[in-house]
């Protein structure tokens, strides 16, 4: 996570709190030009340009694009190599088709959700909260039934819902 603003909830553009906040986990599987052939297939480019579109339709802030922007670039195991798209070379370097292996969405509010949080920090005053980075590793269920949503189709539902 690139800071604690990626675990709980904040605030809306006009400074109102967040009624919900929600984390997706989605994993992508690289496949073969003979898996593509024979699966649902998406590019990573592709898939950035059409949320940048829908982005653009609902007039999202241009700080808020480019705070996509930018986070797209830190994704990954290794912040200084991820997808940039304003670049043509990591535009190529990524164009290669994958398909979804898993989507979950992680209902934040949960206390089952067991992460850092700012209150964990609070306690700490020589502690720079705004300069923490780490690493989260959410299991596949995080007890009960129904945390996270699970499916694309049902993750959909549940940010519209």
């Known amino acids: 996570m690139a800071g604690l603003h ?3 909830a904040g605030h809306t ?3 109102e709190p967040e009624r919900r906040f929600y984390l997706a986990s989605i994993g992508l599987a690289w496949l073969s030009p003979s898996q593509a052939e024979t699966s ?3 590019k990573l480019s592709a898939l950035a340009d059409s949320i940048l579109a829908e982005m653009t339709t609902a007039e999202i802030s241009q700080d808020t694009v480019a705070w996509f922007i930018q986070a797209m670039r830190e994704y990954g195991t290794d912040p200084n190599r991820g997808y940039d798209h304003t670049d043509i070379d990591s535009r190529h370097l990524y164009d290669r088709p994958f398909a979804i292996a ?3 969405l992680y209902d934040m509010a949960d206390p089952g ?3 850092m949080r700012s209150d964990d920090v609070v306690s700490h005053p020589f502690t720079d909260a705004s300069s923490l980075r780490f690493r989260i590793n959410l299991p596949d269920q995080v007890g009960g039934d129904f945390n ?3 499916g694309m189709g049902q993750i959909a539902q ?4």
């Not at 549940?158 to 819902?161: A, F, H, L, S």
């Open 6 to 8: 990626q675990v709980e």
């Open 13 to 15: 553009e006009s400074g």
């Open 40 to 42: 649902a297939t998406f």
């Open 102 to 104: 898993f989507a979950r």
């Open 113 to 115: 959700v067991q992460v």
């Open 148 to 150: 996270p949503t699970v």
């Open 158 to 161: 549940t940010i519209v819902g």
